[in-house]
């Protein structure tokens, strides 16, 4: 569909010309005027003409505009028609009339006489920002879309595109009829067209008429902007809008997972061959050729365009996307026929094969011959399981040459064909390292650095603090990797037996042991940070699926690529211990590669020991998370979470019987908390990740010195899986006794006892944690797991719960006596009495004054005597029928 045509109003002037045309001749006008006197030689003053606002009808009855006014300090005055104002064309006064609606009957009068005219949200805007009222030339109602420029395209009716020109003028906004660099927006009726194409290359936003139309309704909230990116998200064209989509040579996963994705950019999707599909999508590996002949009006495309448009957030030029068709099999087959009758095909079959030999010993990857085992150069190692560079698109796609492969060094000397097996090693270990670099290089070149480039189309892809969760330290073990496979080269170029490889693996230790304990600690959450924003945010599942989809990646996913740092070092330890095989016993290497391993070996145990410890952490903050009320001082550097158990309470110290209790041993103290019975809203942090709310309600924090027995309850018909704890806490002069039951099979009764036992033996200095284990029967300590979980027992913690409620919502003991007296204080002094009389007025009558307090009336207790019998009605029906 074409652009939409040039409109004219009655006065003759272009709908669509440029907002700002009238505003510079205007501009233009006042500077060849402004000072005629000067001109002529004559020095005149210009008189000052003063600004005054006019309040229309309603607008006069606002007192919120004329506090603003007073505020910017501009006189006003009120009218309810214009002939009440006998001089609005004074020359003394620049008018601005004020009308509250455009609406009302006065506003098409007041445009007719080219009359300044505002809305009551201007003014307010003003007083709000401190700035003085703007000229404009046209009724500006609202800044809603201040300082935006708009350009339209695709609109056939000129009734609607009148208006919406109108309300985008009306909010202060700016209308192109040429598509330029200085649109800020592009409302777009059709996706066809030449401002459409431009305004997606450029990054442009593309707007539905529905975006004006809901900004016009906002028009009277004063911080309100169009061009927010939460409102204009609403409102943007989708990538697939107007487009009928088909899918050929996909899986049935990746086919379905495509029709899903192509409904949630707008567009639909239709079986192939479908006379009314607009583009049919190809998976150009398996699809060689259509099964039938395409329309012309069908564009046949690659799969790239379709991740590429959802990438972008705007439907992507089909030109750079077709789908080209191989050639015809009856011409490969005449072609090959042609060959093989020719008279000297044997001889061109035998220049072939030596021209491709050729090639392939100039393209090898090192000047070093081949090695013994060809076959072991494909094998799929620890540490080459993706060989980027003896991929022929490798080399292009870095625009590199290796060094050793430009030019040999001076110092180099020619090799034997037949080498030792300790340089073969050597060899293996330089061809996985610059693999691992090349892995590596790759990682940030295809990944990271597009997600990090400013200016992204459609905006950035994931937040700045997704990528660094993602990616982590890997430019650093880049370069760390780097500057040794340099070494490595060097060392196999001038390579000697006495030549050390353990010297380089030490030079880079520390290094080492500085860059990769941030990567594989946090490797875990890099991987459920991918997940979980390829699940939420398409875009990011458009970006892999076409960057996965590139020779450079091997046809692995970005978390599988992630994983090759965690697997980089156990490789490099393997190799340099086949190394130290081969080497011989006089050689000054040998020592120097047991140092260089044990090194390693550090390395690896301490990113083990700091992955444990961040770990801990983590699970330190989970359990902080996760229940609600947990005390600040549970967090400490020497502590560590043990094991976690599941219960449910078969006494009433703690809490009710019956409800679920969460334990949590620490080395030094015992978390217990119990399962919420109200869930608050989900907690969002600023940069947009979800945790979920806090599902267990603290109830004590209890050191493990205050254990002073454990009690193993026989197992019987009526007693299943229960313990006992008896306790001392240090403000009781009798223990107490803390039984539960556990509900879960694993860890065993007999091995969390055990566990338990010991950390208490630990933190009083016992050695003998057995001696804590008592065995009890049941009777003794009256305990019985038999009723937990039947339907009486339910429904009575119900009812004792409920009850509870009803306590507390009618109970007057719930005011602190310091608010009681500190209330009744500042009560007898507004009397004139002294703090030292009301005082002894609230120790000598305190009932009194709870009941004078329960006496003031209140809505909120009007109706107290009533609520109370229809309360206690209703339990007392619910606990009849559950009976």
């Known amino acids: 569909m074409a652009d939409s045509s040039t409109l004219v109003s009655e006065t003759g002037r272009s709908l669509l010309a440029d907002s700002s045309v009238l505003d510079s001749k205007i501009i233009e006008t006042s500077k060849d005027n402004a000072f005629p006197g000067s001109v002529l030689g004559v020095e005149e003053e210009m008189p000052q003409i003063e600004t005054r606002v006019v309040l229309v009808q309603e607008a006069g009855k606002r007192e919120e505009l004329l506090k603003a006014l007073e505020e910017i300090k501009v006189p006003y005055i009120k009218i309810d028609t214009i002939e009440e104002l006998g001089d609005s064309d004074s020359p003394e006064f620049e008018t601005v009339f004020v009308v509250s609606d455009f609406q009302d009957s006065i506003f098409p009068n007041l445009c007719k006489a080219d009359c300044r005219v505002v809305g009551p949200p201007v003014i307010l805007h003003c007083a709000q920002k401190g700035e003085p009222l703007p000229f404009s030339c046209r009724p500006l109602y609202c800044a809603s879309m201040l300082n935006l420029v708009l350009c339209f395209t695709g609109f056939r009716k000129k009734e609607e595109l009148v208006k919406l020109v109108t309300l985008v003028h009306h909010m202060g906004g700016i209308i192109r009829r040429d598509f330029s660099s200085k649109v800020t ?15 997606v290359s450029l990054g442009v936003p593309i707007m539905k008429t529905e975006w004006i139309y809901k900004a016009w309704e906002k028009r009277n909230e004063i911080d309100f902007c169009a061009a927010d990116d939460d409102f204009r998200n609403q409102f943007k064209v989708p990538p697939f809008q107007d487009c009928m989509l088909s899918f050929l040579g996909f899986s049935d996963d990746e086919k379905a997972n495509m029709e899903e994705m192509t409904e949630m950019q707008g567009g639909h999707y239709l079986p192939v061959g479908d006379e009314r599909c607009t583009h049919l999508v190809v998976e150009e590996s398996t699809v060689k050729d259509l099964p039938f002949e395409p329309l012309q009006k069908l564009y046949v495309v690659k799969q790239e365009w379709f991740w590429g448009s959802i990438q972008m957030d705007a439907r992507a030029g089909e030109s750079m996307y077709l789908f080209e068709k191989s050639e015809s099999p009856d011409f490969k087959k005449s072609v090959s026929l042609l060959s093989l009758n020719t008279p000297n095909s044997n001889r061109k079959r035998r220049r072939l094969k030596e021209t491709l030999a050729q090639l392939t010993r100039e393209t090898d990857v090192s000047p070093f011959p081949p090695r013994k085992r060809p076959s072991a150069e494909h094998s799929l190692s620890i540490g080459s399981l993706l060989d980027i560079s003896n991929t022929p698109e490798s080399g292009a796609a870095n625009g590199e040459t290796p060094k050793s492969c430009a030019r040999p060094s001076k110092n180099s000397t020619p090799l034997p064909l037949k080498q030792s097996a300790r340089w073969q090693v050597a060899k293996e270990l330089y061809q996985t390292e610059s693999n691992y670099v090349d892995i590596l290089t790759t990682i940030i070149q295809l990944f990271q650095v597009p997600l990090e480039k400013e200016g992204q189309l459609g905006g950035p892809i994931l937040a700045q603090e997704e990528i660094k969760t993602i990616f982590g330290s890997i430019p650093d073990i880049l370069d760390v990797h780097t500057k040794i496979k340099e070494d490595l080269e060097d060392l196999m170029i001038n390579w000697t037996e006495s030549k050390s490889i353990g010297d380089i693996i030490l030079k880079y230790s520390k290094d080492l042991l500085k860059t990769y304990p941030p990567f594989v600690n946090f490797f875990e959450m890099s991987k459920e940070t991918i997940t979980r924003c390829e699940k939420q945010k398409p875009r990011f599942h458009a970006f892999l699926k076409i960057n996965q989809a590139k020779p450079e990646c091997g046809r692995q996913s970005l978390a599988e690529l992630l994983i090759r740092p965690v697997q980089r070092l156990p490789s490099v330890a393997l190799l340099l211990n086949d190394i130290k095989k081969h080497t011989a016993e006089e050689n000054p290497d040998k020592i120097t590669l047991e140092r260089a391993i044990e090194s390693l070996k550090e390395v690896m145990t301490h990113i083990n020991e700091d992955k444990r410890k961040t770990e801990a952490q983590r ?30 309470a078969l006494g009433d110290d703690l809490c009710d019987r019956g409800e679920q209790v969460t334990l949590f041993l620490f080395n030094d103290c015992l978390e217990i908390a119990r399962k919420r019975h109200k869930v608050i809203g989900v907690f969002k942090s600023p940069h947009g990740h979800t945790r979920p709310p806090a599902s267990l309600k603290h109830v004590v924090l209890m050191p493990l010195s205050q254990i002073k027995k454990v009690l193993d309850i026989r197992e019987t018909e009526d007693c299943q899986k229960a313990f006992a704890l008896v306790v001392r806490p240090p403000t009781e002069l009798n223990n107490k006794l803390l039984s539960f039951q556990m509900t879960t099979e694993e860890p065993r009764k007999e091995d969390w006892l055990k566990t338990l036992c010991r950390h208490v033996a630990n933190t009083i200095c016992k050695a003998d944690a057995e001696n804590l284990i008592y065995t009890a029967d049941p009777d003794s300590v009256e305990v019985n797991t038999k009723d937990m979980d039947s339907t009486l027992s339910r429904a009575s913690r119900a009812i004792k719960k409920t009850s509870k409620k009803v306590t507390r919502a009618f109970s007057f003991s719930k005011t602190p006596k310091r608010a009681l007296r500190r209330a009744l ?59």
């Open 619 to 648: 699970q330190f903050f989970d359990v902080v998370y996760e229940v609600d009320g947990c005390p600040a001082n549970l967090l400490s550097s020497h502590r560590s979470l043990v094991q976690r158990l599941e219960t449910v």
């Open 825 to 883: 204080m500042s009560h007898s002094a507004t009397e004139g009495r002294s703090p030292s009389s009301a005082n002894e007025s609230f120790i000598g009558s305190r009932l009194t004054s709870t009941s004078s307090l329960a006496g003031v009336p209140s809505p909120s207790l009007v109706s107290l005597p009533s609520i109370f019998e229809r309360r206690s009605h209703t339990l007392s029906r619910s606990t009849t029928h559950l009976i």
């Open 185 to 199: 927006h592009l409302v777009a009726n059709s996706t066809h067209g030449d401002k459409f194409r431009i305004a």
